[in-house]
């Protein structure tokens, strides 16, 4: 495909998706969250500061929807979402009620 057939495109691509899981991540388990530019891009290309404020408002279930589908487009369960499985358990189950709701786990 061709977003993937050149090694540096590829990379790029991957650390804006995996960027994206970040605080899309960030923001299921109950914070604000800004990704902004941190260092200028003349200086390195890996410049995107996510900036999180806990809040401690739950997911919208909308939100979890989005995940789902990030997760089921990109064929990925990131890292991140393994590592804190537990928290966004109880987030997930938070947003839908007792039952989970929605897809994923």
């Known amino acids: ?6 090694g540096i495109l590829r990379e790029r691509l991957g650390d804006v998706v995996t960027d994206a899981f970040r605080a899309h991540i960030l923001r299921l388990l109950g ?3 800004d990704a902004v530019e941190w260092i200028g891009g ?11 404020i806990f809040t401690g408002s739950p997911a919208a279930t909308e939100l979890w929807d989005e995940y789902d ?3 089921e ?3 990925v369960v990131p890292w991140l979402a393994e590592a804190l499985e537990p928290e966004l358990t109880a987030a ?3 947003a839908f009620g007792d039952g989970g709701g929605g897809g994923g786990e």
């Open 69 to 71: 589908a990030m997760c």
């Open 42 to 52: 003349e200086h390195t290309p890996r410049n995107t500061m996510i900036r999180a």
């Open 31 to 33: 914070h604000r969250v």
């Open 1 to 6: 495909p061709p977003l993937t057939r050149h």
């Open 92 to 94: 997930r189950r938070a």
């Open 73 to 75: 487009d990109w064929g």
